[in-house]
């Protein structure tokens, strides 16, 4: 069973399309995450959820929108995919002090 | 700006070797330093680190924290191909909406 799922594992899509990627958690955290993962395997803090609430909005273009239905879900919604959006997503929650990551989402722009 | 640097960024060794990651660190209003390792998929956490010359070990893996100097250190000992990974470290702030900041990481790669 687990902890941090994300769907899909993988998205191939066209320039210009729009796409969502799916989270759900049943570790019961109130903290969640998306973070961008580039080639350079840097892990960057894209938006945080606590219980439902958007507490921070980094530097993203307003393309990204989060949304969070419930505690145990935070789904990315992206419209008109560029070339730089191709990267790995991650879903994270945060229970005691430490992230808890899904498996990741290969993004990649055609 | 606070940042998280680590070294080296890549690193090839023989299995059987010893290896030393480097993590460096200046971030404001410091709580605990993270390590954490990627394979293929999600990051996965190792040790948590909040106090100076405390070393945290789990199997041969080992860990300490140098709070004066700013770093910390990642120790493998007689390394197997299943180390091979990105093994990353990040600075955790006791406020602030984006608590921790990620270094890097740097790419370890154990050839038989």
């Known amino acids: 069973d687990t902890a941090v799922s994300q769907t899909p594992k993988y998205l191939v899509t066209q320039m210009g399309n729009d796409k969502s990627i799916k989270c759900e958690q049943n570790l019961g955290h109130d903290t969640m995450y998306w973070y961008k993962q580039d080639s350079k395997k840097f892990l960057k803090i894209m938006f945080s959820?606590?219980?439902?609430?958007?507490?921070i909005n980094e530097t993203v273009p307003n393309r990204f929108s989060p949304k969070s239905p419930d505690k145990a879900h935070l789904n990315l919604h992206i419209n008109s995919l560029e070339l730089g959006d191709s990267a790995v997503y991650f879903c994270?929650?945060?229970?005691?002090?430490?992230?808890?990551f899904g498996s990741g989402t290969q993004l990649s722009v055609l | 700006e606070d940042k998280v640097v680590q070294s080296p960024l890549s690193l090839v060794v023989h299995e059987g070797d010893t290896v030393t990651l480097n993590c460096s660190y200046e971030?404001?209003?410091?709580?605990?330093l993270l390590w954490y390792k990627q394979e293929k998929k999600a990051p996965t956490f190792l040790f948590m680190l909040?106090?100076?010359?405390i070393e945290k070990k789990s199997g041969r893996l080992s860990s300490i924290l140098d709070k004066k100097e700013l770093f910390s250190i990642l120790n493998i000992t007689a390394t197997q191909t299943g180390d091979s990974a990105i093994y990353l470290c990040?600075?955790?702030?006791?406020?602030?909406?984006?608590?921790?900041?990620f270094g890097q990481g740097t790419r370890l790669t154990i050839n038989p």
């Open positions: 909040t106090s100076s010359g």
């Open positions: 971030v404001t209003n410091f709580r605990s």
């Open positions: 959820y606590n219980n439902k609430e958007l507490i």
């Open positions: 994270a929650t945060e229970g005691y002090e430490k992230l808890f």
């Open positions: 990040a600075g955790r702030r006791i406020q602030g909406a984006q608590k921790l900041v």
